[in-house]
């Protein structure tokens, strides 16, 4: 496994994170088994939501922790709060309410990291920063990121939190790759050119924030995943060459050209499968040659200036 020391913290992160988004219809043996293997592969970070699985996700979770208190120390816990039904909601009343129903679900004292989860228009930074301050104060959060939010929305909120936000959980892959597109078309006429989220990416490594790539081998809601996708002929080809060039599996080629970029991403990766998160971890096994990335790359029929 690969680490990550996030700047000015104590936190050293694992490279790929557990997300627990599809955990809710575990079994709480299962779970358990499953932990125990996360964190025998060096995973130290666990990705939670308030919404997943209407909250059962923290539930089973929780239901380990209390089996297996001893593991919390071992454990970096990350939730996320703001999705409503119909809305977002990142007032103050609803950030604390959440926070204290996650802890409940969870059976801990303390939360690792709070997300907002999905920026809302009606955002108060400054309300949004008191209940943050008083989370922090309080001992039940120690660290603050977003999530799917660009660089704009990031700066109203950092300019009235006291302290610094470390993560932005974005989707991202070799397909869903906007944040690089838009890179290499500066100052070109063409599609890939519009810059849709503020520069982002150079953005987050300016500022030493952290992206989480969500959906890792997804290439759409619609067409899932692109592994052995029809529409995606020519990058599973790419993938299986790599694959046998690098010792891995096509999943694995798919996490390690996310793992290349400098930026230091720390993938999500959402498996309720201990044979898959085995295999998406050697993607740490290996370092992608720049000539692979960008034939990776390249093979999703994108094209360079």
Same mark, same amino acid.
């Given at each position: 496994?690969?680490?990550?020391?996030?700047?000015?913290?104590?936190?050293?992160?694992?490279?790929?994170?557990?997300?627990?988004?599809?955990?809710?219809?575990?079994?709480?043996?299962?779970?358990?088994?499953?932990?125990?293997?996360?964190?025998?592969?060096?995973?130290?970070?666990?990705?939670?939501?308030?919404?997943?699985?209407?909250?059962?996700?923290?539930?089973?979770?929780?239901?380990?922790?209390?089996?297996?208190?001893?593991?919390?120390?071992?454990?970096?816990?990350?939730?996320?709060?703001?999705?409503?039904?119909?809305?977002?909601?990142?007032?103050?009343?609803?950030?604390?309410?959440?926070?204290?129903?996650?802890?409940?679900?969870?059976?801990?004292?303390?939360?690792? !990291?709070?997300?907002?989860? %999905?920026?809302? @228009?009606? &955002?108060? =930074?400054?309300?949004?920063?008191?209940?943050?301050?008083? /989370?922090?104060?309080?001992?039940?959060?120690?660290?603050?990121?977003?999530?799917?939010?660009?660089?704009?929305?990031?700066?109203?909120?950092?300019?009235?939190?006291?302290?610094?936000?470390?993560?932005?959980?974005?989707?991202?892959?070799?397909?869903?790759?906007?944040?690089?597109?838009?890179?290499?078309?500066?100052?070109?006429?063409?599609?890939?050119?519009?810059?849709?989220?503020?520069?982002?990416?150079?953005?987050?490594?300016?500022?030493?924030?952290?992206?989480?790539?969500?959906?890792?081998?997804?290439?759409?809601?619609?067409?899932?995943?692109?592994?052995?996708?029809?529409?995606?002929?020519?990058?599973?080809?790419?993938?299986?060459?790599?694959?046998?060039?690098?010792?891995?599996?096509?999943?694995?080629?798919? !996490?390690?050209?996310?793992? %290349?970029?400098? @930026?230091? &991403?720390? =993938?999500?990766?959402?498996?309720?499968?201990?044979?898959? /998160?085995?295999?998406?971890?050697?993607?740490?096994?290996?370092?992608?040659?720049?000539?692979?990335?960008?034939?990776?790359?390249?093979?999703?029929?994108?094209?360079?200036?």
């Amino acid at each position: 496994m690969l680490y990550k020391q996030i700047e000015g913290t104590d936190l050293t992160v694992s490279r790929i994170a557990l997300g627990c988004m599809r955990i809710a219809d575990m079994q709480v043996d299962a779970l358990e088994t499953l932990v125990d293997k996360a964190l025998s592969l060096g995973i130290n970070f666990f990705d939670h939501a308030d919404i997943y699985g209407g909250g059962k996700s923290e539930e089973l979770f929780g239901e380990v922790l209390k089996k297996r208190p001893e593991l919390r120390e071992k454990m970096i816990i990350q939730t996320k709060c703001g999705i409503c039904k119909g809305y977002y909601d990142f007032s103050k009343e609803h950030i604390l309410e959440s926070v204290e129903n996650s802890l409940e679900r969870l059976q801990c004292g303390y939360i690792d !990291v709070l997300l907002l989860h %999905r920026p809302d @228009a009606l &955002m108060d =930074p400054k309300e949004v920063a008191e209940a943050f301050h008083e /989370l922090q104060a309080s001992g039940k959060v120690r660290y603050f990121g977003v999530s799917n939010m660009n660089a704009y929305q990031i700066e109203r909120l950092q300019k009235y939190f006291k302290g610094k936000l470390l993560f932005n959980q974005l989707q991202f892959n070799v397909v869903h790759s906007g944040m690089i597109d838009s890179g290499f078309h500066v100052n070109m006429k063409d599609q890939e050119a519009i810059d849709r989220d503020g520069m982002l990416l150079d953005y987050c490594q300016l500022h030493d924030i952290t992206i989480q790539p969500w959906s890792i081998v997804q290439a759409s809601w619609e067409e899932g995943c692109f592994l052995d996708h029809p529409n995606y002929v020519s990058l599973n080809q790419k993938l299986e060459e790599l694959s046998k060039t690098y010792g891995i599996s096509k999943a694995a080629v798919s !996490v390690a050209w996310i793992l %290349r970029h400098p @930026a230091q &991403m720390q =993938p999500i990766a959402g498996t309720t499968s201990i044979k898959h /998160l085995e295999d998406l971890c050697t993607a740490c096994d290996v370092e992608m040659r720049r000539e692979d990335w960008y034939a990776l790359y390249l093979s999703t029929e994108k094209v360079l200036p």
